[in-house]
């Protein structure tokens, strides 16, 4: 697949995800966008996530992105007097322990 450049002038593409898988390299990384269907279909097996973006960047974005992401939700979530709970279910499922999150999140979660 090539790279998609829009048309000047065109509209910005609006998606919404629900999955997302990152990767990297020597050089550079890659997060995809996805979207998966909550509904189970007659096997009862969750269907394929539909592959939306691919994001190329030099490794240098991709931590800074990282760090902007982070920072935003500190910031809502303080700013709103909160804390956006992941439940740990969905933690064990994506292999982060319990302690992993804490040190990322500064104990706030």
């Known amino acids: 697949m ?4 829009p048309e000047p002038g065109a509209q ?4 919404y995800v629900n999955m997302f898988q990152v990767t990297s390299g020597f050089y550079d990384g890659v997060v995809n966008l996805m ?4 509904l189970l279909s007659s096997s009862e097996t969750a269907p ?4 939306l973006v ?3 960047m030099s490794l240098e974005t991709m931590k800074l992105l990282a760090f902007f992401v982070h920072r935003q939700i ?3 979530e303080k700013n709103l007097g909160i804390s956006i ?3 740990p ?3 064990n499922a994506v292999q982060i322990s319990p302690e992993d999150w804490q040190v990322f999140w500064g104990g706030n979660q």
Not at 2 to 5: E, I, P, Q, R
Not at 48 to 51: G, H
């Open 85 to 87: 709970a992941i439940p």
């Open 48 to 51: 394929a996530p539909e592959l």
């Open 74 to 76: 500190v910031s809502h």
């Open 54 to 56: 691919s994001a190329r």
């Open 2 to 5: 090539g790279a998609f450049v």
């Open 12 to 15: 910005p593409l609006d998606i």
């Open 89 to 91: 279910a969905v933690l």
């Open 35 to 38: 979207r998966a269907s909550p």
